[in-house]
Each structure stands twice: as C-alpha cells, then as structure tokens.
C-alpha cells in the first residue's frame, strides 16, 4: 500500500476526520482536525476514499492518550483521543455544520447550541455483551470488535475473532464494572446478552443488575421519583443521569389542552406530560414498547395508538388541535407524512429528540419551511467518549 501523507480538517458526523488526496475526500477514523498524518488507503468509491493511521506526523494539541486499554479493539469510545472539553466542541461544530449544510440559515440564524452534559466517566447503565467459552473451558465475556461483525457458529456462541475479552470498562456504571472485574455475571448465557445496570436500576429480584438470561428480565428504573419499567431485551436509553436532564428540558414550559408524543416508546415521555396537560395521546408502533407504555401509564389518562406515526397522523384524532408535540424519532428521522401533518398544526410548541444531527437539520428545514422557528438547539451528551450525538429542538410559531 503506497503511503500518502495529508492534513486533517473537520471531524463529520460519526466521528470520522476528513482529508483530501488529488481532490478527492478522505475519510480517517481516530484523526483529529488538523493533525499531519501518514495514512494508507483501505477503500475507494467514485467521488471519496477511505483511510487507516500509519503514523501521526504532527498530532493536534487535544489530543490525549485512551485511558481504556481495550481502545482501538473494542468497536466504542472512538473520541477518548481527545480530552473531553474538545469532544463537546467537536460534536457542537459537527451540529453546526450538518445544519449548515443542511441550508437551514436560508430561513433563520440557527440558535447557540447548548450542551447538557453530565460525568464522562461511569455512565453507562446498558450494555449487550458477548460471552463464550475458552479453549481451557473457562467462560468469557466482551465486546464486538471494531469494524467487526458479531457473527454465529452453530452451536450459537460468537466467532471469537470478532470479540475483544474485556475485563473491565471505564465508562460503565460501577455494577457492570464489577462483574466484568469479576467476570461472575450471575446466569450469563453463551452468546449475545443484554446488563442493564445501576443504582436506582431494581430486577424482580431486587438487584441492581438486569440480565437478559435472568428468569424474568423485567426491569425498573427510578427517574425523577417516578418508577418506569421496561424489558431488558427493549430499547432504553443507557445514561440515566442524562435522561433525568432531557425529560426535564423536554416538559419546561409546556402545559395545555392536548398533547401528542409520537414514537413514545415505553412512554416514559408521556408518564411527565400527563401531569401538564389534559389528554395525552401517545403514538408507538412497536407493539412491545406500548405495553409497557401502558403498564407505566396505569390508572393516569392517556390514549394509545400502536401503529405507525406516519400512519396515525392520516386518523380523524390527528385533526384535533394539539397544544404541543414532543418527538423521538428513530435515526431516519420524521417521516415525510409526520413533516407535513406538523407543519399543518397551530400554534403548537414542539421538542424534537434526535440521535441523528443530520437528519434532525433535514427536518428543521422542512419545519421552518413550514412557519415554524427554532428557538432552542441543546446537545445531548447521552454517550461521553464516543461520536454519537443526541439534540433537543424546540420549536415554536411566532405569535
């Protein structure tokens, strides 16, 4: 492979810093802007190239060396070459430019982004790991590889070569930590499962451990005084001090006749908006999640529908007139029935979660096509030591 040596410009969304070679984009995991670096081509398509770190000429001043002696094995925590002030400044300039590019400042100014951000270290509440036994028979636990794919052989445990054994991982919550110290996860069956963990976390049996494995995986968690409870194997945000600041940022200011929370999920949304309003509509096409929706929102008014946003927004209750629209769409983002239905409503005040800032710009410009102003753009800072973004939009009409 012939060595090119090239600079670094900005870091993209998913955490890849970009470069140029005879006019066409690098893209370069583990790079930080600005940074001199000897690189070997691994990927070529018609108008971009993909690029591997042979060796760091001129390294940025931010970058700092991985606590985690499992980085660059482990497939997470992309951004722990950075110290973690310059990781939020990198996510804030990646909304930035998503939106930029985006062309939302055809229709306004975007607002400051704000950050909400809490520890970076210890966080984690929900993990899917890996286990499978040792050629000495010994059972083992890890992570999926970086740039690996977790396969199967027959008997249902996975391909070793995939997984990184770890024995400890510091952006866990201290009970996973502890059982990965201690490699003792009480009923860990062979193949993939699912910890969910934490100190306001509670399982049927009264630990502060979850597993898939366990007879029943049944889950709680306390935020904000309320108890919410869900399926181990089911989706649930991992950083529960950070869920506590969303569902916070989320309700403030919102109060009214009539509120709708499409893609509700296990309604942990909708048990805070109930109190704030007089009928609640919640919006989930995942049969499983609106179950639990139901169990959590037992004996406190609500009505459910278990279909489709995009679907449900066609119905005679999406004429009503709806005091405000919170959102959390998958990474695809709203859909394009969803769009047109909002940008028909009044003045109605929307929160739009997104885990994907491009998509989220996508469809701030069809809002603000649409009559409406972004008001507020907060950073979401869900997962510390990694790319992912999260953002709250607040939406609103000017009166």
Not at 314 to 337: I, N, Q, Y
Not at 350 to 361: E, K, Q
Request: net charge neutral; charged share 25%; aromatic share 10%.
């Amino acid at each position: 492979m012939n060595l090119l040596t090239i600079i670094t410009d900005k870091m993209v969304a998913g955490g890849d810093c970009i470069g140029k070679n005879d006019g066409k984009i690098i893209f370069v995991p583990d790079a930080l802007p600005g940074e001199k670096l000897d690189i070997y081509i691994t990927g070529q398509k018609r108008d971009y190239q993909y690029g591997r770190i042979a060796g760091i000429v001129e390294p940025a001043p931010e970058r700092v060396e991985p606590p985690c002696p499992f980085y660059g094995r482990c497939g997470g925590c992309n951004l722990q070459i950075a110290g973690y002030g310059f990781q939020i400044e990198l996510k804030r300039m990646i909304v930035e430019d998503a939106f930029s590019r985006a062309g939302f400042r055809k229709f306004q100014e975007l607002p400051p982004v704000t950050v909400i951000a809490g520890e970076p270290w210890e966080y984690r509440s929900r993990f899917q790991f890996h286990r499978f036994l040792s050629p000495g028979g010994k059972g083992v636990t890890g992570l999926k590889a970086r740039g690996a794919e977790a396969g199967t052989v027959s008997s249902g445990e996975p391909l070793r070569e995939n997984i990184v054994p770890v024995t400890d991982c510091p952006v866990a919550v201290r009970q996973i930590r502890e059982f990965l110290r201690s490699d003792t996860f009480p009923g860990a069956k062979a193949g993939r499962f699912t910890v969910f963990a934490g100190d306001t976390v509670r399982g049927e049996d009264g630990r502060d451990i979850v597993l898939e494995s366990n007879t029943s995986p049944i889950c709680e968690v306390k935020l904000l005084g309320r108890k919410i409870r869900f399926d181990v194997r089911g989706f649930f945000q991992s950083n529960l001090p950070l869920m506590e600041q969303m569902i916070t940022a989320v309700c403030d200011g919102l109060e009214g006749e009539r509120v709708a929370d499409l893609y509700s999920g296990a309604g942990v949304f909708a048990l805070f908006l109930q109190e704030r309003f007089a009928k609640t509509v919640l919006v989930e096409q995942n049969r499983d999640a609106l179950g639990w929706a139901e169990i959590n929102l037992a004996g406190r008014k609500h009505t459910s529908y278990g279909m489709s946003c995009r679907q449900w927004v066609l119905r005679p209750e999406a004429a009503e007139k709806f005091s405000a629209v919170v959102m959390d769409p998958p990474r695809s983002g709203l859909e394009a029935e969803v769009c047109r239905w909002l940008c028909g409503l009044g003045g109605t005040e929307l929160r739009y979660v997104s885990c994907n800032p491009v998509t989220l710009a996508r469809d701030a410009v069809k809002l603000a096509a649409g009559g409406f102003t972004l008001r507020e753009l907060k950073l979401l800072d869900f997962y510390p030591q990694t790319s992912h973004i999260e953002c709250l939009a607040i939406f609103g009409r000017d009166r």
